[in-house]
């Protein structure tokens, strides 16, 4: 029998649909001739690639798992390696559609007024429209509850004061998707760009996720009609539930980092020769790539099993934690110890373990840190009793 | 305006081939199949002749010729806008050769009234390039091979196409129907969009045999092939570099004598 793939040990592709490999192709393709080619230099650059937007629109994959509005309805294992094929090439790439699916068109989508999804939805499968999410503030990410955004009723309008921070595609987005508390509780409105009061500015010098934009978002008496408010969204498990959606997708991307590390790494340590033999013939280094496939292995099939649970609507938000910090901690440890057994060679950004890794950093930080994950799988153990 | 794109299902161009044991062909198995570069030329000019020009009101249709496994590259060029795909689908037309895959060809069509086929200049499979210039052959129609840029005349009764030849370019108008085969250089072709290739995955595809096409199994056999795939070898293993030894000049001389005498290339 022939040595397994090493990068997908156990076939787990043979467990996907034909349809499922149609779409993972489909996007492999397009990451390999399109994105590989420009995204080192765009990361080096602190430059988000724009003009792969249009083709990731043309190819239908913002809102893919939408069904109608002119999006293609796909099932959530297509979803997941879209988003893995994507992080392959670079978290800031999957980072934009994450947040133009999961953040953006979902709630619009899940609860918005037919005439909010009518309006908004084709336009944004088409990149027409890119949306960002403003959830987290200066003060704090990980208690959301305890947001300072307030929106005030004022006749049929609503007036948001505040700020939000660490905001993906803010600059470049023509609306946002905002959520403020109001007298009710935590409500999400649509505002859009060039309303009065409302005002984005990027974030510099960061050393992560370089080739996606982050920003800060200012309410300053911005004014919004009642009609821009999602109206089926009530209290915090509005935005909470957008995250499960968006984690989900970063299950399956920490994959496609840690297959790209692994692929550098293989190439590099089969072609060094030191002390007379191929570095890929010692123990230690056999032993870490053994490590890194292992790791890669279970993370798939827990890719795999948390898409079918989501498809068959029996997925459970601390599934997704789980999962979520399972995997963006194996990347992250891939790409580390990819980025070591480079040498030197690895600290440049003409080799990926060193992007994918500063990546890592944040992704291990956004959409709930690994600690808050592991906090809300412990709950589930204790009674339901949350640690956090 | 009908418009007909022909497609092929081949290996990637970066698969390992491994050759069947009994030299009787390429084993498939672990292979990836794609829809071949040059057909995605055919269909992606298709597709633009379609949109560029709403006067024409162009139908685009996709064909392909094989097994059952083939239908996939029409769900590819569906996925990318034509509007029909036609799979000539029949064991008996795996071991064909060109000639007589045009003749199936060439009566399946016959009756539907297309205005211009276009094919790839070749496939990367076996690279014979023959399928395009023997359709037209069949049809009787004139064909331009290897085109690189096209202009369509006003009424779209007629057609300018541009192709390379040594050194130059050579400018040829036809009269439709006509029948061309496509080179890189004259278009880019598209990814296949993923709501179209969903509605491609539950569309029927119009499929017809050898037997609906009225072709006996004598007319495909092999010995009615006018040409026939002897066997299949892999190319020999290349022989071992050789290592040179020495100061850099007195390498450089020995390079020069090795070329000069032993491979006699200078
Ligand atoms: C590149 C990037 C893009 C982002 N994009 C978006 C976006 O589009 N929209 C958006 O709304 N937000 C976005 N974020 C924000 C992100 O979701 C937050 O950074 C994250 O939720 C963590 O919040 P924080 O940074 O305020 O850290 P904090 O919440 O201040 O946490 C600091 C540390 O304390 C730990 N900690 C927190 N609570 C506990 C506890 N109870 N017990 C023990 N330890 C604890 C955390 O795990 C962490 O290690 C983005 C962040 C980054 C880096």
Known sequence: ?388 | MKILALTKYVPESTAVIKVKPDGSGIDPAGVKFVLNPFCEFAVEEAIRTKEKNPAAKAEVTALTCGPAACAEALRTALAMGTDHAIHLCDNAFAGIDELTMARVIARAIAQRGFDVIFAGKVAIDYDSGQLGPALAECLDWPHVGAVTAIEWGADFKSLTARRRIEGAEEVVEVKLPALLTCEKGLNEARYPSLPKLMKAKKAPLETLDAAALGFSAAELSPTACATRMGEFAPPPPRPPGRMLEGEPAELAKQLVKILREEEKLI
Request: proline share 4%.
């Open chain 1, 1 to 388: 029998m022939e040595s397994p793939n090493p990068f997908d040990f156990y076939d787990v592709r043979g467990l996907f649909s034909d349809d499922e490999r149609a779409v993972q192709d489909m996007v492999t393709r397009f990451v390999d001739e399109q994105a590989l080619p420009i995204i080192a230099d765009a990361f080096e650059h602190d430059r988000f690639p724009k003009e792969l937007i249009p083709t990731i629109a043309e190819m239908g994959l913002l809102g893919c798992n939408i069904e109608g509005y002119d999006c293609a309805g796909l099932n959530n294992v297509c979803y997941g390696l879209i988003c893995q094929e994507l992080e392959r090439g670079d978290s800031g790439i999957r980072s934009f559609m994450s947040v133009q699916n999961s953040l953006c068109m979902f709630p619009i989508h899940r609860y918005g007024s037919e005439e909010q999804r009518q309006r908004w939805l084709p336009r944004m499968a088409k990149a027409q429209v890119i949306g960002c999410f403003g959830l987290t503030e200066p003060d704090g990410g990980s208690d959301p509850g305890t947001m300072k955004t307030h929106a005030k009723k004022q006749g049929g309008d609503w007036v948001i004061n505040g700020a939000k921070m660490w905001i993906t595609n803010g600059t470049i987005a023509d609306i946002a998707i905002t959520w403020a508390m109001t007298d009710e509780g935590v409500r999400g409105f649509i505002v859009e760009k060039g309303t009065p009061g409302y005002t984005a500015r990027d974030i510099k010098r960061k050393f992560s996720l370089r080739a996606s934009v982050t920003s800060e978002l200012f309410f300053d008496n911005c004014r919004v009609p009642d009609s821009n408010r999602l109206p089926e969204a009530h209290g915090l498990a509005g935005p909470l539930s957008c995250l499960t959606q968006a984690r989900y997708g970063i299950v399956w991307g920490a994959i496609g980092s840690a297959t790209a590390c692994l692929d550098e790494c293989l190439r590099f340590v089969k072609q060094r020769t030191l002390f007379g033999r191929p570095l890929s013939h010692t123990q230690t280094i056999q032993r870490r790539l053994a490590n890194m496939v292992r790791r890669i292995t279970n993370a798939r099939l827990l890719a795999l099993q948390l898409g079918r649970l989501k498809d068959a609507g029996r997925m459970h938000h601390s599934h997704v934690s789980l999962a979520k910090w399972n995997n963006v901690r194996m990347g992250l440890d891939v790409a580390r110890d990819a980025r070591d057994m480079l040498g030197a060679g690895g600290i440049t950004v003409e080799q990926c373990p060193i992007r994918h890794m500063l990546n890592l950093e944040s992704v291990i930080t956004y959409e709930g840190t690994e600690t808050i994950h592991e906090l809300i799988v412990g709950r589930e153990l204790c009674d339901g009793v949350a640690a956090f």
